[in-house]
Each structure stands twice: as C-alpha cells, then as structure tokens.
C-alpha cells in the first residue's frame, strides 16, 4: 500500500513504538490520527505542533466513549481512515498461577479488547471505501509464551488469531491486515509495566534490543509491500523455529532464564 497522503489513525503513540510509527508515516507524507492516554506525551511526539498533517486525540481506549470518540473526530477531520495502527498495550510481570484477577482483566481489556473494539468502528469506514489495512502490534510473545511474561503472551496470541482471522474475513472487502511481532525493542515497556520487574537475565538482553525507530521502519516497509505477518528484527523467526522443532530443549532455557529451573 502507498502510504503518501494515506490517513493513519496510530494509536499508543505518545512514547515508543507508536510514537516511532508516528515520525515514521509522517516521513512518508500520511496524515496522522494519534492518541494516546497522554495529552502531553502525544505533543512531545510531535515536538512542532500537530501541524496541518495530525491530529492529536487524548484518550482511554479501554473506554468506549472514548474509542468512539477517536474514531469520529479521525473520519469529521480526514473523512476517511485508511490505515489503523493498534499499537496501545500494557505487560505484567506477574506469575500467572498468583496474578490478580483484576490485573489480569485490566491487561486483556487494553491488550485485546480495547484493540478489538477500536478496529469494529473502524473498518466499517474502510469497507465503505472497499479499501484499507488493520496493523495489529502483537509480539515475538505470542508466537513462543514468555513464561516472564504469561499473560502479557497470551493475549498477544489472542491479537494474532484475530489479525488472522480478520485476514480472511475481510479479504473480499479489499481490507489487509498486518500482524507485527516485535522482539525486544529499547522503549519505556519495563518502566511502565503495572507490576513486577523482568528476571535479571532478561534484562541483560537489551543489549541485543532494536530501536522504536527500527522497528517503525519495519512496519511501515510492511505496508508498503502487503505483509501478512512480519517478525523484527527478522532473527526472531529462528527462535520461534527454535521453539516449533526442539520445544523441550527451549522451554528448559527460558525456565532457567525466569529463574524457574
């Protein structure tokens, strides 16, 4: 898909990946949607303004009020939305024998649900327009279980059977999706976990992590060339192999790294 003069509803995009997309697609020549909980994160992802080319929409998806209100202010001032970046997500290092309950809930909320609601009042302006694509952030953990992060994985394999599915059920309308599994990429996701704090050995890895602005590259490459599914940096689809040929011998090692072993 061309991106240029493309409307992009982003959302997360106060910080991170989203707000790495966001510079991203602008770069491209796309009119930019962006909301975020963050009135003044969303400015600071656009350090000179909005501009002519985005809209800034402070919001709380995991509210419906809010969910539509994102969508109607995107379609009152662009007319359309050709693409919907679901970028906003949430983990937790948490056990999931113990996790609270309402932890548990909360995460499913933004990292599935929010998203499932925002793309139902979104695609129907694209199957009007028999045209548009769905890119859904799932994660390398939804396609091998983080055992650090159980949760946080089960509901990005729950993002991923929906891209899919979508796929087929939206392919006579001229609609793509696009599912993005990120593996560890130099953001504030640690930081702003609503609990508990990654194994030592985990942490260590960020020395192998991409940049947003990497991993922004990559998605919008994606795109542009219709991809079904894209893993990035690309070296993640040797541990996900890893995992669907030798599952024991893999699964030991992430024990040990979760301290579990």
């Known amino acids: 898909m061309r991106i240029d003069g493309k409307v992009v509803l982003i959302t997360g995009a106060s910080e991170g990946i989203g707000a790495a997309c966001a510079a ?14 963050s009135e003044e994160g969303l400015r600071r992802a656009c350090p000179n303004g909005p501009g002519p080319n985005a809209l800034i929409i402070p919001a709380d998806l995991t509210n419906e009020a809010d969910r539509r209100r994102v969508v109607e202010r995107t379609v009152e001032t662009y007319g359309h939305i050709d693409i919907l970046i679901n970028n906003a997500g949430v983990g937790v290092y948490w056990p999931s024998w113990n996790i609270p309950m309402e932890e548990a809930r909360y995460l499913m909320e933004l990292n599935f649900f929010a998203l499932l ?94 940049t947003p602005q990497r991993c922004a590259t990559d998605i919008r490459r994606g795109v542009e060339r219709d991809a079904r599914t894209i893993v990035t940096p690309r070296t993640g689809w040797l541990l996900v192999l890893a995992m669907r040929l030798f599952p024991s011998l893999v699964e030991a090692r992430m024990a040990e790294m979760n301290g579990t072993a």
């Open 24 to 37: 991203e697609f602008a770069r491209a020549g796309a009119k930019l949607s962006l909301t975020a909980r």
């Open 117 to 210: 609601g925002l793309t139902q009042l979104a695609v129907p302006h694209m199957r009007a327009r028999k045209s548009g694509m769905v890119v859904n952030v799932g994660s390398i953990g939804g396609k091998m279980t983080l055992p650090w992060l159980t949760i946080y994985s089960a509901s990005k394999y729950a993002v991923g059977a929906l891209t899919e599915g979508m796929r087929m059920e939206l392919m006579r309308d001229g609609i793509r999706t696009l599912l993005v599994c990120p593996g560890y990429v130099l953001t504030g996701f640690q930081k702003n976990v609503r609990a508990g704090q990654a194994p030592a050995k985990v942490r260590e890895g960020r020395r192998f992590a991409i």
